[in-house]
């Protein structure tokens, strides 16, 4: 079965430092790997993905993900963090051999940038 | 486009009541999802559809949950009767074929069961 693994609970940053929030994953075959944010009261919203391709990847809002199959990681970067980061980010994979769309979220963590 | 609409908003029921919650997806989206969020067992897949039929429902968390959808428009998600283990987040989200893995999450519905 598909699963990721996001082994922070919270990470905290000041405003203006680069930021990671990690995420790996478990797979059968190749991973289509995504993030997420959350912000208070408020539904998920697409950041980026992962089918094939580059490596690196580069999402909205400045965030990045650069996907490692060797050591079966796909982090979460931004050069310079804001407050306005400050939120919840999921991490997510899809098994494509697995067949249909269903997505498996990781547990989340809590981005905090502070002044 | 609204995006994903969902109501209520909040709903607060007591113990052995039933409760409905509904969603309204992105116009043109031919597949649906119902999860929850709770802060124990994070986001779950409860169900999704796909042109309005049923695709898999294993994390339908047990026979008191059912999910319905009608038409391509409205979908349902209710619970008969209600625990207070079931209180939550209940989120909705839909996505098109093309791109299936780019869902758009509606705000939610927050259940509390006393």
């Known amino acids: 079965a598909q699963s990721v693994a996001q082994p922070e609970d919270q990470v905290n940053v000041a405003e203006g430092n680069p930021l990671t929030v990690k995420c790996t994953y478990s797979?059968?075959?190749?991973?289509?790997l995504f993030w997420y944010v959350q912000y208070p009261n408020r539904g998920l919203q697409f950041l980026l993905k992962?089918?094939?391709?580059?490596?690196l990847v580069k999402g909205s809002y400045g965030f990045e993900a650069e996907f490692n199959k060797s050591q079966t990681s796909f982090h979460l970067k931004k050069p310079s963090a804001l407050v306005s980061d400050s939120a919840l980010y999921f991490c997510?994979?899809?098994?494509?051999?697995?067949?249909?769309?269903?997505?498996?979220f990781g547990t989340g963590t809590q981005l905090k940038v502070e002044l | 486009d609204a995006g994903v609409i969902q109501s209520p908003r909040h709903e607060v029921t007591e113990m052995g009541q039933e409760v409905t919650l509904r969603c309204k997806p992105i116009?043109?989206?031919?597949?649906l999802f119902w999860y929850r969020q709770t802060m124990m067992r994070g986001l779950e897949l409860l169900i999704y559809?796909?042109?309005?039929?049923?695709?898999?429902d294993s994390g339908m968390p047990e026979d008191r949950f059912s999910a319905k959808m009608p038409n391509a428009s409205f979908s349902t998600l209710k619970i008969q009767p209600s625990e207070p283990r079931d209180s939550a987040v209940y989120f909705c989200?839909?996505?098109?074929?093309?791109?299936?893995?780019?869902?758009?999450f509606g705000p939610g519905t927050r259940l509390t069961v006393t």
């Open positions: 559809f796909n042109n309005n039929v049923p695709i898999d």
């Open positions: 989200a839909s996505t098109i074929g093309t791109e299936p893995t780019k869902q758009y």
């Open positions: 997510a994979v899809r098994d494509p051999a697995g067949g249909g769309n269903k997505l498996t």
């Open positions: 992962y089918i094939t391709g580059d490596n």
């Open positions: 116009s043109g989206h031919d597949y």
């Open positions: 797979v059968s075959g190749n991973p289509y």
